[in-house]
């Protein structure tokens, strides 16, 4: 039986250094990196959700950046219709797939399939969405925790779309946690030496903080400011963390502040449920910083 392709998986919590050392490691051993973040396939998203600059883009090739409009549809079937397409013109070439990001879901998705969840129930999704409305999205939320704890773990309050997802797999019978720890043991469909950046939790909230302070500064007002000349009172609901925030400095309803404190703390509880989900995957190999490069690099090719 022939073994799967080779990848190299880089993954971690936000801010943790995924894409430098994808980079450096891309740089030394003809690699190129495929994006596995659910918000860098957005145009014009670039400074909210750190893509690479074209610095590091220059350096090492990637894909799956720039790849949608906001508010079009994306999801982890067409991440990983496309990442397998990205690979085998990587492996085509000789190079050496890179899988970068910190979206856990796309990369469980695409080393071993898609999730065998129940399908979409329009009249329940359409009755959540009153609920939510009516009494607020924490509510949902917290009639997600009392169903599936672990879904609620990873899944932040505001992310509606998120919530009524799971909540329509727990009114199935099944739990969304069940469900994907069952499906983290299905067969590989690559052969993945999986690698997860651990800075300490203090250096961790710190890169987080300056990240965010610098977004303010460097430019999420002016991409928030397109949006809404683009779309109005239209917004896409589901944006990058960081976004409904600057459109409310935008518009007047917040000031530059609070929002950046604001913004910090999602972030930070975001990086949280990250962990929490790698944690959970089998075979990560955890690094802490500083890392390594020649012994990673070692790591990868003895693999």
């Known amino acids: 039986m022939t073994a799967p392709p080779r990848v190299v998986v880089i ?57 949608a409009d906001p508010g079009e549809e994306w999801d982890a079937a067409r991440f990983v219709r496309l990442a397998d397409e990205a690979i085998s013109g990587i492996l085509r070439r000789g190079g050496l797939p890179l899988i970068v990001g910190g979206t856990g879901l796309y990369i469980r998705a695409l080393l071993h399939g898609i999730v065998d969840a129940p399908g979409r129930n329009a009249e329940l999704r359409a009755e959540l969405e009153a609920e939510a409305e009516r009494l607020g999205r924490p509510a949902l939320h917290a009639r997600l925790a009392a169903v599936d704890p672990e879904a609620a773990a990873r899944i932040r309050p505001n992310d509606l779309v998120r919530v009524i997802r799971a909540l329509e797999i727990a009114a199935s019978g099944r739990t969304q946690s069940e469900i994907f720890r069952t499906h983290a043991f299905a067969p590989a469909r690559y052969g993945a030496t999986f690698l997860a950046l651990a800075p300490p939790r203090e250096e961790l909230h710190r890169r987080i903080d300056a990240r965010v302070e610098a977004m303010f500064r460097d430019g999420i007002l002016e991409e928030a400011g397109r949006l809404v000349a683009r779309f109005g009172e239209a917004i896409p609901r589901k944006l990058p ?63």
């Open 11 to 67: 993954a971690g919590p936000t801010a943790s250094g995924k894409t430098a050392l994808a980079v450096a490691l891309g740089r030394r051993m003809g690699g190129e990196v495929v994006s596995a973040d659910s918000q860098q396939v957005y145009r014009g998203l670039d400074v909210g959700t750190a893509k690479p600059t074209p610095l590091e883009r220059a350096a090492v090739p990637h894909h799956l950046l720039d790849v």
């Open 241 to 303: 963390i960081g976004y409904a925030a600057a459109i409310e400095v935008c518009r007047g309803t917040a000031d530059v502040e609070s929002a950046v404190r604001r913004v910090q703390a999602e972030t930070r509880r975001y990086a949280r449920r990250q962990v929490i989900w790698l944690r959970a995957e089998p075979g990560v190999e955890w690094v802490a910083p500083p890392w390594d490069l020649e012994a990673l690099a070692r790591r990868v090719m003895g693999a």
